[in-house]
């Protein structure tokens, strides 16, 4: 008998599940999604519906499968609804796992796309950071393909200089979205977050999506707009490169404490289950 299941979430987590599920003949029926935005919309050819539609529409489903950074409030939100415990089933990092094939691909378009960030860069002399998820995957010698995204940081008195980069993009090959946005503390103003991407050669994977963060300082203060804390005790003047594959990325001179700092004191271990 197939297995027909409902995802929780319609964000990355949430469409590499699809995607899983489908290359393994599970029928998913539905998403759910607290993202009002996307209610009464269909993603990956099938609809999305509020989570309180657990409660009130049919139990024609066998599971609930959950995934991503906020698995703990997924969790005690759909048990409040009271979906059977039994058809609740938590993906962590070992179940989201792409085939090899599609694995490299990932993360050739990931090595490509910096490939083409590093030159412009460098060669403009933009001053940029490998930042968060990024460099604990650089940290801990993973590959770029095992997150969700590659997070970059630009000062943002080089924010002109990135616009301009942005300019000259070939739209055939890279995809640019103006997404989220921040609001600055020291600017007192929003300020906007791009993305940019390598158009896939296939839907089997997420695009290997490149997300620009934005560094703020005024006098001696600084500030992550993207990660919403003040940065201001670490040295944002001194930097060392990294190897990757066959790019040297700029990091941060102190990035242990860096990252201390973001995700506590047990950022060296690897954990199947992501966290906020």
């Known amino acids: 008998m197939k297995k027909k299941i409902v995802i929780f979430g319609t964000g990355y987590y ?19 999604d607290n993202n009002y935005k996307n209610i009464k919309k ?10 309180d539609v657990l409660k009130k529409k049919y139990d024609n489903y066998d599971y609930v499968i959950l995934a991503g950074r906020y698995i703990k409030e997924m969790k005690k939100q759909i048990s409040d609804l009271k979906v059977d415990n ?61 997150f969700s995204d590659v997070e970059v940081m630009v000062h943002y008195k080089d924010f002109d200089k990135l616009k301009f980069f942005f300019k000259t993009l070939d739209t055939k090959k890279y995809i640019l979205k103006k997404r989220l946005v921040f609001y600055s503390k020291l600017l007192k103003r929003k300020l906007y977050q791009f993305t940019m991407y390598k158009r896939p050669k296939n839907k089997d994977y997420e695009p290997a999506i490149v997300e620009f963060n934005i560094l703020v300082n005024k006098k001696n203060l600084y500030e992550n707009i993207a990660l919403k804390k003040d940065v201001t005790i670490f040295n944002w003047t ?15 001179y102190n990035y242990k404490n860096y990252l201390k700092y973001i995700y506590g004191k047990s950022w060296k271990i690897k954990k199947n289950f992501y966290s906020k």
């Not at 469409?15 to 290359?23: D, E, M």
């Not at 269909?42 to 989570?51: D, E, S």
């Not at 790019?247 to 941060?252: D, F, R, V």
């Open 86 to 146: 039994k058809k609740i089933l938590k993906w962590g990092k070992k179940d989201l796992l792409l085939s090899k094939k599609n694995f490299l691909a990932r993360n050739q378009d990931f090595i490509d796309t910096m490939k083409l960030l590093v030159k412009n860069f460098n060669k403009n002399n933009l001053n940029y950071w490998i930042d968060a998820g990024s460099l604990l995957c650089l940290a801990r010698k993973q590959e770029f393909a095992e």
């Open 238 to 252: 001194d930097k060392k490169l990294i190897k990757y594959h066959d790019l040297y990325l700029p990091i941060m």
């Open 42 to 51: 269909k993603l990956m050819g099938i609809n999305v519906h509020k989570p």
């Open 14 to 32: 949430g469409r590499n599940v699809f995607r899983i599920c489908k290359n393994k003949k599970i029928k998913a029926i539905f998403f759910i």
